[in-house]
């Protein structure tokens, strides 16, 4: 089968494209999970992450946003020295700060999947492209999402994360058209 050729450097990367990337999601805990990981993945690669992404939901318990928003100086202190996950403090005091702006949309009455869709008007983007060097890495929706949850107290989320995100929750079909995902998680 063919696949998108990021999805070939580890079985991992494979499974995860095959089974997750771009399947449009609306649950606001995985939301909270994806955003936290992207947002890890600054400066990283992908295969990184996903290979720390059961450390990561171990030690963000399983990414409960209202557990996460208590989270202590002291418990910070032990993520730092967590080899499960990315040690980088800015990284991991930015997951508790956006569990925090998680609650403050909900307790506003939004969910975050309502703020976060509305940047593509809750419609996957359907592209067609034929290789990987003609996606983008942010677009006029991902500069518009960065913008609004930086204005929410969200953090370590550029253009460029909020542009992954939205690939990887499926607000945007970036599966090549070569990919024998790219009609599957076409709606």
């Known amino acids: 089968m063919k696949r998108c050729d990021w999805a070939l450097g580890s079985e991992a990367e494979t499974l995860y494209h095959d089974t997750e990337w771009g399947v449009p999601s609306w649950d606001d805990r995985h939301l909270f999970e994806m955003l936290t990981l992207e947002g890890a993945q600054a400066g990283l690669s992908w295969s990184t992450i996903l290979n720390k992404r059961a450390g990561y939901r171990k030690a963000f318990a399983e990414f409960d946003p209202v557990k996460v928003a208590r989270f202590t100086p002291k418990k910070v202190e032990s993520l730092v020295l967590d080899s499960g996950i990315v040690r980088h403090r800015g990284k991991i005091e930015s997951t508790i700060k956006n569990a925090k702006a998680v609650l403050e949309v909900q307790d506003s009455g939004e969910s975050l999947a309502g703020l ?53 929750v499926g607000m945007v079909n970036d599966h090549l058209t070569t990919c024998f995902r790219h009609k599957e998680v076409c709606t």
């Open 116 to 168: 976060l869709w509305q940047f593509v008007d809750g419609e996957p983007l359907q592209h067609r492209y034929k290789s990987l060097s003609e996606v983008p890495a942010e677009t006029a929706e991902s500069k518009a999402m960065s913008k609004a949850l930086k204005k929410r107290g969200f953090t370590f989320v550029g253009p460029t994360t909020c542009y992954a995100f939205m690939q990887a």
